[in-house]
């Protein structure tokens, strides 16, 4: 069995790790991975292939800072003379970045089979690119690997048992990634306080809105008053901050470059809390038993929610403070249930794969 996996994002770096890890254990499995280059830079891009031991990439397409639609039309056209030169059995695609949706239609479009991992999320914000990206590509996929039992309700809602396709709950590779790398984490090279909050911020949705960059941005100021935060800055969201002239009044904020998935886990292992717009640090937060405040209005995991181990705050000022507060204090623990499944994901999907192949 032939496999070309489409990766160009760093949550999708992390989950390709999970599955070429769990290929290596099939001898006849072969795989070819095909990196868009969405995201290129060294911290974004490049540590994560070494310190993570991802095969190096068969094929780098350098296609980035771009429009949506130049860059999924690009990628779009040199996936589909990757796949016609390759003729693989499968193309496997994550998540929901434009990466995604350019392997699933160039698959598609050449009747290749596709497998999507993280099948089935909805924000029900179509505002959102990532909504639009999931939502396209789960209809053309012909596997559906979903994470949660939520997201396999999700498709049967969309009327999903009427298409060709199999469903299948295989658990959460990202939960698989926790396991394996906790005991690999590495301290950043940047000094951290003794207690602190973990905060990453880089959705268009907030990044490209003066109005509510400022508003976030504000609320972490006024909470690193009373514990230091330390973000990660997104390169989009540090061009943002820099021509908006924004003016830092808390020093305890502390922006760093962004870090490798090791360092991350490190800071996750450490933190104290976790505020983000990211939909798999949510995640990540509740596997290493962190409070997460969410800085959008909805979230895809919302069965974290219904735990109580996040909140959706939003983007307001004070809407912010008032989840900080309310979590600061609670001792409740929500962290025992196995949401994401056993650890085992990326071995289900191989051997499923294998097994509609047989």
């Known amino acids: 069995m032939k496999i070309v996996t489409i990766i160009g994002a760093r949550p999708q770096f992390i989950k390709a790790a999970v599955v070429s890890r769990a290929i290596s254990n099939f001898p006849d499995v072969q795989e070819v991975i095909v990196h868009t280059g969405q995201h290129f830079d060294t911290n974004m891009s490049d540590i994560f292939f070494e310190e993570m031991c991802i095969p190096i990439p068969n094929y780098n397409l350098n296609i980035n800072g771009m429009t949506h639609g130049a860059m999924t039309g690009q990628m779009l056209e040199k996936i589909e003379s990757i796949l016609l030169a390759e003729q693989p059995d499968w193309v496997i695609v994550y998540g929901d970045t434009n990466s995604t949706l350019a392997g699933a239609l160039a698959a598609s479009k050449l009747h290749i089979r596709v497998a999507h991992i993280e099948a089935g999320l909805r924000s029900y914000n179509m505002n959102m690119p990532e909504e639009i990206n999931r939502i396209l590509t789960d209809?053309?996929?012909?596997?559906l690997f979903c994470p949660t039992e939520q997201a396999i309700k999700n498709l049967h809602q969309e009327g999903f048992k009427q298409f060709p396709c199999t469903l299948l709950n295989c658990g959460d590779v990202m939960q698989d990634?926790?396991?394996?790398?906790?005991?690999?984490?590495?301290?950043?090279?940047?000094?951290?306080?003794?207690?602190?909050?973990?905060?990453?911020l880089h959705r268009a949705e907030n990044t490209d809105s003066p109005e509510r960059l400022q508003s976030i941005i504000a609320a972490l100021e006024e909470i690193a008053r009373e514990m230091p935060?330390?973000?990660?800055?997104?390169?989009?969201t540090r061009k943002k901050l820099q021509e908006?002239?924004?003016?830092?009044?808390?020093?305890?904020?502390?922006?760093?470059?962004?870090?490798?998935?090791?360092?991350m886990v490190y800071l996750l292992k450490h933190c104290s809390l976790v505020a983000t717009d990211s939909g798999g640090l949510q995640k990540e937060a509740y596997f290493f038993?962190?409070?997460?405040?969410?800085?959008?209005?909805?979230?895809?995991?919302v069965e974290l929610v219904e735990q109580g181990a996040n909140i959706i705050t939003g983007w307001r000022y004070e809407d912010i403070l008032n989840s900080y507060k309310q979590l600061k204090h609670t001792t409740k623990d929500v962290f025992s249930s196995p949401l994401y499944g056993d650890?085992?994901?990326?071995?289900?999907?191989?051997?499923?794969?294998?097994?509609?192949?047989?």
């Open 139 to 143: 209809r053309i996929s012909s596997v």
């Open 177 to 200: 990634a926790a396991l394996f790398y906790a005991n690999k984490a590495q301290h950043p090279d940047f000094l951290l306080p003794e207690h602190f909050i973990l905060a990453t």
């Open 229 to 236: 935060v330390v973000i990660p800055i997104h390169p989009r």
């Open 244 to 263: 908006l002239n924004f003016n830092f009044k808390q020093t305890r904020l502390q922006l760093v470059d962004p870090v490798g998935y090791l360092e």
């Open 289 to 301: 038993k962190k409070y997460c405040i969410t800085l959008r209005t909805e979230t895809e995991w």
């Open 343 to 358: 650890g085992q994901a990326g071995h289900i999907i191989i051997r499923e794969l294998q097994r509609i192949d047989s």
